[in-house]
C-alpha cells in the first residue's frame, strides 16, 4: 500500500493554470502507475489522466486533452497534474491514485482499477 497526499488546489479565474502535487510514502512509488481523478459535487469521480510506472506512458480523458499533463518524478516519489486554460467545469475535488503494476501499457480509467487513493483537493474556477 502506498500513502498519497494531494496538494496544489486552490481558486482561480478561468484560463488560468494550477499544478497539481501528489507526494506518494510507503513504498516504491516506481512500482505503480499513477492517475488523476475529479469529482464535482452531485456527479460520479471521473478519469482525468493517467501514466505508467516510468511516465512514459501517458493517457488522458477527452475533456482536458491538450490542457492538462500529467508527469511524475520517481527520485521525488511525486506525480504531478499541471492544468492550463482552464474552465470553470473543470471545477471539482482533484483525487491521485496508484496501483501496483510495471507494466508499461497500462491504461487505467476507472476507479476501481486503483488500489490506493489520496483525500483530494479542491480546485475551483471562476468565471
Known amino acids: 500500500q502506498v500513502q498519497l497526499v494531494e496538494s496544489g488546489g486552490g481558486l482561480v479565474q478561468a484560463g488560468g493554470s494550477l499544478r497539481l502535487s501528489c507526494a506518494a510514502s510507503g513504498r516504491t512509488f516506481s512500482s505503480y502507475a499513477g492517475g488523476w481523478f475529479r469529482q464535482a459535487p452531485g456527479k460520479e469521480r471521473e478519469f482525468v489522466a493517467g501514466?505508467?510506472?516510468?511516465?512514459?506512458?501517458?493517457y488522458y480523458a477527452d475533456s482536458v486533452k491538450g490542457r492538462f499533463t500529467i508527469s511524475r518524478d520517481n527520485a521525488k516519489n511525486t506525480l504531478y497534474l499541471q492544468m492550463n486554460s482552464l474552465k470553470p467545469e473543470d471545477t471539482a475535488v482533484y483525487y491521485c491514485?496508484?496501483?501496483?503494476?510495471?507494466?508499461?501499457?497500462?491504461?487505467?480509467?476507472?476507479?476501481?482499477?486503483?488500489?490506493?487513493w489520496g483525500q483530494g483537493t479542491q480546485v475551483t474556477v471562476s468565471s
Open positions: 491514485a496508484a496501483h501496483p503494476t510495471q507494466n508499461y501499457r497500462v491504461r487505467l480509467t476507472t476507479t476501481r482499477e486503483y488500489a490506493d
Open positions: 501514466n505508467n510506472w516510468s511516465g512514459g506512458n501517458t
